[in-house]
């Protein structure tokens, strides 16, 4: 018997729809081939009538409204589905759309069997938004990953936020996608997710390229694919540069507090690129690190409670702003190495958490899934689609952005399953360890992914624990990063450079100890954001004493960071001696720059004063480019040879000496801990030869007392330290002081003649 129409009603899953709880919504809409023709189906609450027009024929047909809520439905003869639209009447007017549920899928089998798999580098190209075509109209394609959702619906301005104007088709991945006619860039969406707990709530994307400002927390479809870059020269020399062999010193930067503008909120990335660019290339910075720039909803969180992982923040402006950013500072070679948090995401409701009313992204046990200490929740690594999510995404920033590395925050507390926890917090391994063998991996194939672009791209490591083998070969064991992060020396130093000089012959292995573990990794020398916060205080207030003598220390702390071995990173204000505890909410303290009058007691004349602190920020200036241009400095970092202790038991006078040696250069280092100068002080040397003062921190021009060494220091044949042969010289009060070596020429003396 023929049916009619209402005998193809599935009215139960139809009443699903009407609630946005539809499972499968090519059940109830689109077009379909049936036993007595084709069967078309599609809901619009409020509208009066809906007509089918077939394409490239002069006819439609008019559906039937089957029930109140909105639901048209009309069979018509046929064995092919053709190419339709919708003509659809409302009392305000009409319009012609296409059919959502009638068009091919965005995501394709393989980018399901990829994306399954975890190998799917650039998921960002399917999953999230994307504006497009399809049959002639303009639109934008959505995916997201729920596979535990009972139906997902895209909801934004477009349809009032109504849940059941566009449920997604469900693929067999646990994608769901859908096409959504005459959305573009600038539109918000969210997600209506009704879970598999039996909650419907609204998702902000995991993959939006673009978010609202907050408080407000929605996506917004954004394409990126258009911004023309002019940084191909930076990114030609980048990939042939070996930047273990290169001087890199980093400007640790906050984008948000590094300036403030005179009314209040943020200054924009375009705005910051080129105060940025500017300040780097004055101070000598090759690269800048900024604290995490993707959106976050707390501005307290300093970026490290991520929820948008794709999108940079929009306090500052758009995605190709900050891309304008990223290719100015490449322009004025200056590099761009971003803080990245694979480690926790926060609880927000439209965030990651319980994303399918599962912990999809996260552990189901909270002893694996939640750090306690933080308030936040663990990515489960070995699940490959989360890890695909997050390798994928730091992909993402080293391609579309440009971006020329990566620092990983908080690595340890990925390595370890106990890491801030009490017993009955945490789950052993299944080895019985508290090592996080998932995370592992994860890490692994991160910096293989990053090493195989071979484009110069780095990693680095917040790791402050002695792991062994972070910057090791990833084949031979280790983790594969290209820097550690030594935060064991910094905390030394800190703690030996806070002590009174009087008790500081006590303690004095804290700044020896260091190369005892030197060249057991790949180390970058910090004095980061973390230690200027909190009421740790600033490094001006960590250093003792007159504030003459904090800024001699810190003239002292960032020389001898500079001539120890290692990569170079310092915070933002510290190099012109930021008095204030730093805090996001208010810019950096730029008025101790400015310089003062003074008035000449003989005769009377006003006279401009160089303010203390622009003398301290010229002295960092001019030791960054003395230690880029002088390879002793940084070229045999990784190796011994480029090292050798000169003094490191001086502790009655709390001074050590070292030798930095390159191919063709050596350089003796003097550090006097203590403000107490030495006109006659006699220090072995290992070279016969000649010493030549080349920096000295104590000069009048940087603020200091000037006890300085203008003329050449011939090395005697007398011992000390235990060495043959020594110097004598004026040792400058809490300084450091390098001198150039040149070997002893031998004398040509010429026979006479008989």
């Known amino acids: ?186 539109d918000i969406y969210k997600y209506e997710v009704h879970g598999y707990d039996g909650k419907t709530v609204m998702k902000a994307d995991p993959y939006g390229f673009y978010a609202e ?58 705005e910051l690129a080129d105060k940025t660019a500017e300040y780097c290339k004055k101070m000598g910075y090759t690269h800048v690190e900024l604290m995490p720039v993707m959106e976050h909803p707390l501005d307290a969180s300093w970026g490290y409670q991520v929820i948008g992982y794709y999108a940079p923040t929009s306090r500052y402006g758009t995605p190709e702003d900050f891309m304008y950013f990223v290719d100015s500072l490449h322009q004025a070679g200056i590099g761009v190495i971003l803080d990245w948090v694979p480690a926790h995401f926060p609880k927000d409701e439209h965030g990651l958490g319980r994303f399918d009313g599962t912990c999809l992204y996260e552990h189901l046990d909270k002893r694996q899934g939640e750090h306690p200490h933080w308030g936040t929740l663990i990515y489960n690594y070995g699940r490959p689609q989360v890890a695909n999510y997050l390798i994928a995404n730091a992909l993402f920033w080293l391609e579309q952005y440009h971006a020329d590395g990566l620092r990983l925050d908080a690595v340890a507390s990925m390595l370890y399953l106990d890491y801030g926890k009490q017993d009955g917090e945490w789950i052993a391994n299944i080895y019985g360890g508290n090592e996080n063998l998932e995370a592992i991996e994860f890490l692994k194939k991160l910096n293989q992914k990053i090493k195989d672009r071979k484009d110069g791209s780095l990693s680095i490591a917040e790791e402050s624990t002695a792991w062994p083998m972070v910057t090791g070969n990833i084949e031979e064991g280790g983790l594969g990063f290209d820097f550690k992060w030594n935060m064991g020396w910094m905390n030394d130093y800190l703690e030996y450079i806070k002590t009174d000089p009087l008790f500081r012959k006590g303690r004095h292995g804290m700044i020896t100890f260091s190369m005892v573990y030197q060249y057991s990794e790949n180390f970058m020398l910090v004095f980061s954001h973390d230690e200027v916060v909190h009421m740790k205080g600033s490094m001006y207030r960590k250093m003792p004493g007159t504030p003459a003598q904090k800024l001699a220390g810190l003239r002292q702390s960032f020389g001898y960071m500079a001539a120890h071995p290692g990569k170079k990173l310092l915070f933002m204000g510290q190099d012109f001696g930021q008095i204030s505890e730093w805090s996001e909410a208010r810019g950096l303290d730029w008025n101790l720059l400015a310089d003062g009058k003074a008035m000449a007691s003989d005769t009377g004349e006003v006279i401009r004063v160089k303010s203390s602190h622009r003398m301290l920020q010229d002295f960092v200036a001019d030791l960054w480019k003395f230690y880029k241009t002088h390879p002793a400095m940084y070229a045999w970092d990784e190796i011994p040879d480029g090292f050798e202790w000169v003094s490191m038991l ?73 060495m043959e042969q020594s110097i004598t010289f004026t040792l400058a009060p809490t300084a450091i002081q390098i001198f150039s070596y040149q070997p002893e020429q031998p004398v040509n003396r010429k026979r006479k003649k008989k």
């Open 650 to 722: 001086d502790a009655d006078h709390s001074v050590i000496a070292f030798m930095r040696e390159a191919e063709d250069e050596k350089l003796l280092v003097v550090c006097n801990f203590t403000p107490v100068c030495y006109s006659e002080f006699k220090l072995g040397v290992p070279y016969a030869g000649k010493y030549k003062e080349i920096l000295n921190s104590d000069a009048i021009v940087y603020g200091g007392e000037n006890h300085t060494n203008p003329r050449l220091k011939n090395s005697k044949k007398e011992k000390m330290d235990g």
């Open 213 to 270: 400002k907050r408080p407000a927390s929605a996506s917004i479809v954004w394409s990126i694919d258009e911004y023309e870059w002019q940084d191909a020269d930076w990114l030609k020399k980048r990939k042939q540069t070996n930047w273990k062999k290169e001087p890199i010193v980093i400007y640790e930067m906050h984008l948000g507090s590094f300036e403030k503008p005179m009314g209040g909120g943020f200054y924009t990335y375009r």
């Open 1 to 186: 018997m023929k049916k009619k129409l209402e005998d193809y009603m599935d009215w139960p899953k139809i009443e699903d729809l009407e609630y946005a709880e539809c499972r499968n919504v090519e059940d109830v809409l689109g077009a379909a081939v049936v036993e007595d023709g084709i069967l078309f189906r599609c809901f619009f609450p409020e509208a009066d009538k809906v007509l089918i027009k077939i394409n490239g024929k002069s006819r439609t047909v008019i559906m039937k409204k089957m029930d109140d809520c909105g639901y048209f439905a009309a069979l018509m003869v046929g064995k092919k589905i053709p190419e339709y639209t919708y003509q659809v009447q409302y009392k305000t007017g009409k319009m012609e759309i296409i059919d959502s549920y009638a068009t091919d899928h965005f995501v394709d089998a393989m980018d399901e069997v990829m994306f399954a798999g975890g190998e799917h580098d650039k998921i960002y190209e399917k999953l999230g938004a994307h504006p497009g075509h399809v049959a002639g109209y303009a639109g934008t394609w959505f995916a997201v990953w729920a596979p535990n959702a009972v139906s997902v619906s895209v909801v934004g301005d477009f349809n009032n936020w109504d849940g059941r104007l566009h449920p997604m088709h469900r693929l067999e991945s646990g994608i769901f996608e859908l096409f959504v006619p005459e959305v573009g860039d600038g």
